[in-house]
């Protein structure tokens, strides 16, 4: 006996196939789940240092204000001190002595106030004209020949800006030209910049300027307060409101503006607070910044988004290690229960081995009641039930071969009647034109109405219309039949307010064109064809159309055939739309063409038969497929409707009705 080889019998196995197919579904769910830790443990690494940065700006605007608002209370002073203001007032008229007392005094009065604030520098008192009074921790020495009256209208300058920190004026900058400083102290870019705050000195009485406080802190001291709270791997940039650098860890940003820097950063600064993600020196940042309610001062954190993955991937390697063991341990477990639970089918499976298509007949014996008894009860009854599939499958081809038959016929119809419309408007409008310029007025004005009907029933496109659209290729049409029919007239009862009511394309016509084929034939077209449209008064949703015309009329058995065609093809219509919503929608669409094709003559036919009804459903239908697919359309779109009726006209001939909604409601 030649042995099967394994990787044939693996193909073969029922067992081995649902093994690998468990597997893989396990195994998918695994990547998943991990896919899922991931991405949530990576969505809290991020919301986490969100949280963080926020906390740090919070506690180190916090801090920087407190800085500045020390600075406020100690310039409040010389508006308290008797003294202070006094010597302001009259310290050009001082005798040399006088002065030198005076400028003790402040040294004296302002230099406790500020040794016990590490966080002020210097002060310098000016008064309107001179710089009075000066400490700086710093000790440089004044420059004599400096023109301090700049310094002074620059100060008043700053006094115009508009944001107020406890009465003083903040100016990021560099230390005072007036002064002179060693240059040792000056290559430290913290202590070279600074932040001054500036108050104008006012008396009480009577209150106006007389001097300015100027109160300086090194950017060094606001660096220590960034530093306080900052933890790891943590940039941090402190902005005015216009974007200068107060402060950074890279000492090269000092008195630059970020906006010239790092414009696509500065964009996203908007707003009292926010985060967002930028790039900046070709590495992408995880950026947070807050506005100061009081300083105005924005401080901006920006930390490595590889950074914050690579913590985030630690947690992930140990996740994905367990997710490992608890899948293999899974598969092996999966792959014994599959093998246990499948051994009786599978020597089910080795009994059946022989059967083959051409013994339909064969059947098992039933040997156990478990489950692989029932599969073999079921495989019997499965044999059974597909021979009579197989029979009537047989019976089901015929019937659709006969309606393919029946649906070729009626495409050949079609396209024996079909043109192409275009190329047909297209060539009249140009005979029209040859005939205007050959001077044959009534020749041009019947080819442009016939150029008019075609455009109009061409250019429908939609499946619904306006009235008026359906109403303007009804004057076309009768147009043109008066050229053909001068006795033919025609007249409309239209109210102007329902013009704008969507309605079926192409439903008029049909119903027009019999009235004038048929229902004027036999009197020599002599007679007058009405058309009305009007708001129904008993049901104000419903609007009701009309077509008279005062021909020669129907016999009451041409209109009782004619009603039970009608009658059969809504229910037809009522039956299709209600099991196959997606057909009814495309037949109405092959009903647009359909009707265009169809102008049955529903009342000579019906004289011809005589109302007895000769003939299949079918057939009836075919000789009034215009009337039929008219009515269908009708019941598509209006299924609580009547569809088409048609009445004696009081005046001789026939009235045909048919109602159409403000609203179209299809069934669903």
Known sequence: MRKVPIVFRIRKSMSMKIIWMNAGIISLVFISLILAVVAINYQYAMENEKQKMNIYISNTLSSVDNKLKDMGRVSMITFSDRRTQEILKEYDTYEYSQRLDSVEYLKRQYTSLISIREDINSFFIFNLDSLISWQDNLTPSRKIDYDMSAFMKQMEEWEGKERSLSGCRMIVGIQPEFMRYGTALLEDAYTKHCVYLVRTIKSFSPYEPIGHILLITNVEKIREALNGYLYADVAYTLLTEEGEIVCSENADYLGKNIGDLYPEVYRHIEGDFGVFEEKQDGKDYLMAYQKSEYSGLVLMTRKEIVLIEKAAMGFTGITAAVFLLLLMLAVVWTGRSVRKTLRPLTELSDSMAHFNQKDMGRR???????????????????????????????????????????????????????????????????????????????????????????????????????????????????NLMRYRYPALNCEYEIDENLLSVEMPNFILQPLVENSVMHGLRQVGYRGTIR??????????????????????????????????????????????????????????????????????????????????????????????????????????????????????????????????????????
């Open 531 to 668: 058309l009305s449209v009007s708001r129904d008064e008993s049901n104000p949703e419903n609007i009701v159309i009309k077509v008279y015309d005062n021909g020669a009329g129907m016999s009451p058995e041409a209109r009782k055939h004619l009603e039970d065609v009608l009658k059969s093809a809504g229910a037809d219509e009522r039956k299709d739309c209600a099991g196959e919503d997606g057909a009814g929608r495309d037949g109405m669409q092959e009903g647009n063409e359909e009707t265009r094709i169809g102008r049955s003559d529903i009342r000579s036919k019906g004289n011809a038969d005589k109302g007895d009804g000769s003939g299949s459903r079918e057939e009836q239908e075919d000789k009034h497929i215009g009337i039929v697919n008219v009515q269908k359309r009708l019941k598509i779109y209006y299924p609580d409707t009547a569809g088409l009726s048609y009445h004696d006209n009081p005046e001789g001939g026939v009235m045909v009705i048919l109602i159409i909604k403000n609203n179209i409601e299809r069934e669903e």
């Open 364 to 478: 098992f014996a039933v040997t156990t009641e478990d489950e692989t008894g029932k599969l073999t009860a079921s495989f019997n009854k499965m044999m059974d039930t597909l021979n009579q599939l197989i029979e009537s499958e047989y019976e089901s081809k015929i019937r659709l071969r006969e309606a393919q038959l029946k649906q070729q016929k009626i495409s050949l119809l079609y396209l024996k009647n079909q043109i192409n419309p275009h190329f047909l408007y297209n060539t009249l409008d140009t005979i029209r034109i040859k005939a205007e310029l050959n001077g044959d007025k009534e020749v041009s004005a019947m080819i442009m109405q016939m150029v008019n009907f075609f455009r109009l029933g061409v250019n429908a496109d939609s499946e619904m219309v306006s009235v008026y659209h359906e109403i303007r290729l009804i004057q076309s049409y009768l």
